[in-house]
């Protein structure tokens, strides 16, 4: 079993570790000044994607591991980051936080949400490549700008979407500047067709299998 889960367990230690460098040690700050600073606070994310892909879905179907993690999954969401929101929401109001705080705890939650569902995935026999696909996809759609285009789109208080976008620093760090408009929603529709070609792109253009499909069956459902 240990064998079988070997890549799983050491990437998902590897993804808890980086995860506690970005949260304790490396600066913990809504700004991002450096290229490096970026990437280096996706790596837990990436790392926890390939844990998920390797998991072994026969241990997991022997050991029942959906009946346990998806509750606690869904637990974490409801006690963790539903409260906690309400709080940091109520602090802004009353003077004793700021957005700051909101945001960076908004943040930690799209990780958690995409290591969340490919995980449901992968123990309902979702395949490696599956995983791979759909998380690379996501990971690329998370950083993409999309969400900087709808928040500007559904803000009352702005009368049209800014010429510069200076608040982006996750685009700003990989352009070299602020992006104009134009440049944004270039930059953006870049990423949404890098992510439908990771999504769609043919089988044998995108990687090798990594191991034989397992034949269907009533109760065990074609791994693909």
């Known amino acids: 079993m240990i064998r079988a889960n070997l890549v799983t367990l050491v990437m998902g230690v590897v993804a808890v570790a980086l995860a506690g460098l970005v949260r304790f040690v490396l600066p913990y700050e809504q700004d991002i000044t450096t290229l490096w600073g970026f990437l280096v606070k996706l790596t837990p994310q990436l790392a926890a994607i390939v844990a998920v892909a390797w998991l072994d879905v026969e241990t997991a179907r022997r050991l029942r ?9 869904f637990l974490g969401f409801l006690l963790y980051f539903v409260p906690a ?28 949400l995409v ?47 800014p010429e510069v976008w200076a608040w982006a620093d996750h685009i700003t760090v990989r352009l070299g500047h ?47």
């Open 115 to 161: 290591v969340a569902l490919l995980l449901a995935y992968r123990l309902g026999g979702g395949s490696r490549e599956g995983v791979l696909r759909t998380g690379v996809a996501m990971s690329i759609l998370h950083v993409s700008g999309l969400e900087d285009l709808v928040a500007v789109s559904m803000n009352r208080r702005l009368d049209a979407i």
């Open 65 to 73: 591991l959906h009946l346990l993690v998806l509750p606690a999954l």
């Open 178 to 224: 602020p992006a104009t408009k134009a440049e944004a929603y270039a930059f953006i529709a870049a990423h949404v067709v890098a992510a439908l070609l990771v999504l769609f792109l043919p089988r044998r253009l995108f990687r090798r299998r990594t191991a034989a499909t397992p034949p269907a069956t009533p109760d065990r459902p074609l791994d693909t």
């Open 85 to 112: 929101t309400f709080i940091r929401a109520m602090d802004i109001e009353d003077g004793s936080g700021t957005f700051e705080d909101l945001y960076l705890h908004v943040v930690v939650f799209v990780p958690f």
